[in-house]
DNA sequence: AAAGGGTCTCGCACACTGTTCGAGCCGACT
DNA sequence: AGTCGGCTCGAACAGTGTGCGAGACCCTTT
């Protein structure tokens, strides 16, 4: 059977296996222990022997329950995914409930930053992809959004978190590689940001303007991402309120520039 | 040497090497070559020993010009965001030059989907990363943007890019691999989306509502992002038109919901 | 009680990976 | 003529994902 040849044949639509004997190693089990790997040392953590071994057990005895690694890594995806809350329509305002999802989803994805990675390779649609879908699509519904707009809402806000948590995870994981502080790493990238300077006028002058860092890095991380959220719920708020209701299927109004 | 001991050791701080001998090698014509395999075969698609025999090359004489594989990705990852184009600041209206850039990243990320899985794992600062930062810069500048507020909204488009392209990619992959055509997979989905319909009532209802997919996914997939990204631009716009003089050095008003 | 069959574990083996080391080549400068 | 630095490369090492087939265990049927 080849590695993945078709949508048929991904974990997700195959039926699970029966079960009879003594199992000694379970599904989950393995999951919870790639998952454990990949916090604790990132991608390059996990190798089925090392997995095997964790669990006591043989390396290939985990292809009985998982057909490879990237379904493995599947597996572990949709886990993560399964960590994200998205509130109850009825519970808060709309917006408040969307920004509790992406804030969610975005702490999901630097709790787990291998998963990052991952996201872009197969289309997760584990169960807990599924329910993520689905809580958003009543948070939505509940606000006023029907029809694809609907769903393009969604992806916005999705993308929001996987965008900024990637960009995120870039400096967190070369913070946590090198071990050195904001300020020790912004001394040694100085040199090369002057010798690039005279081809950066614009940024330079930006720079200089806006001084050195004063707060940590977590902090202005944090702002980026909350002012764009902001942003972007502002956006779709309006869109709500001004073309939501008249121009409810027709083509979007994009390209308006 | 260490494979990465900290930012000093960084490609691009490093100083290059003094070259007299008979070259026959080169680091552009190997970053080169390296995107081509990965372009055609994905990331497993690159060894050092396959990129050695394309170049005619030992394998291991790769290593007298890059230091690691890990260092050759960070170099195909920059020369990619070369490829961006981004206007100057006279050139067109500031949301048509945004639009324009974010269009032009998210282009040239699903023209080498490799580049997504490596975006989290270090923060790229080489050559040409600098120069969208700066070409960046210069835009929302003159658009009226300063300080972190610029920063953040020069983000927010990025990710919104990243965001956007990572979700593409993984059900572009997803078609690509399988072979299938959007309504072959949409049959093999749907009994699995049965079977998980109770759990979804309102994903289904939905579902029902919106109907079948009509348009071909590269049209669904656009329109998804052109929706984001118009709303993203609305929100910026909005923030620059109300809080961005007023406020322009303090607190920023996140969390205001 | 015996036989059969499914579930599950696992050692071996294969092809392949990234990378180190040290030997050697070749052109240029002294 | 000799030395030196840039550059190439073959051999080797430790480690990878995974196919295969032998077996161990337990439940069911005869």
Redesign the interface.
Same mark, same amino acid.
């Given at each position: 059977m080849r590695s993945?040849?078709?949508?048929?044949g991904s974990v997700?639509?195959r039926p699970p296996r029966a079960q009879t004997g003594q199992p000694a190693l379970s599904r989950e089990q393995i999951v919870r222990a790639a998952m454990e790997l990949l916090d604790a040392e990132g991608p390059s953590g996990l190798s089925m022997r090392r997995l095997g071994t964790k669990l006591g057990s043989g390396a290939t005895s985990l292809y009985w329950h998982v057909a490879n690694k990237d379904e493995l890594l599947e597996l572990a995806v949709d886990e993560v995914l399964g960590e994200i809350y998205v509130p109850e329509p009825g519970d808060t305002?709309w917006?408040?409930g969307a920004?509790i999802s992406a804030n969610g989803m975005r702490a999901a994805l630097l709790r787990h930053?291998w998963v990052?990675?991952?996201? $872009? *390779?197969?289309?997760? #649609?584990g169960?807990n992809a /599924?329910?993520l879908?689905?809580?958003l699509?009543?948070l939505f519904?509940a606000a006023g959004f029907?029809?694809?707009?609907?769903?393009?809402?969604t992806?916005?806000l999705?993308?929001?978190?996987?965008?900024?948590?990637?960009?995120e995870?870039?400096?967190r994981?070369?913070l946590k590689?090198?071990?050195?502080t904001w300020e020790?790493?912004a001394q040694?990238?100085e040199?090369?940001l002057e010798r690039?300077a005279p081809?950066?006028?614009?940024?330079e002058?930006?720079r200089q303007?806006?001084g050195p860092m004063r707060k940590d890095p977590d902090q202005?991380l944090d702002?980026?991402y909350?002012? $764009? *959220?902001?942003?972007? #719920?502002?956006?779709?708020e /309006?869109?709500l309120r001004d073309d939501g209701a008249p121009a409810a299927d027709g083509d979007?109004?994009?390209?308006?520039?």
């Open positions: 993945s040849e078709g949508f048929t997700w639509l305002t917006r408040v920004s930053p990052i990675g991952l996201l $872009g *390779l197969h289309p997760t #649609l169960p /599924m329910r879908g689905e809580r699509v009543a519904t029907t029809g694809m707009p609907l769903s393009h809402a992806a916005l999705n993308s929001h978190a996987i965008g900024s948590a990637t960009s995870a870039a400096v994981s070369a590689r090198t071990g050195k020790e790493v040694d990238v040199p090369y690039l081809d950066n006028p614009n940024y002058k930006w303007e806006t202005v702002e980026t909350a002012f $764009g *959220l902001e942003r972007l #719920l502002d956006g779709l /309006m869109w979007i109004g994009d390209r308006r520039g």
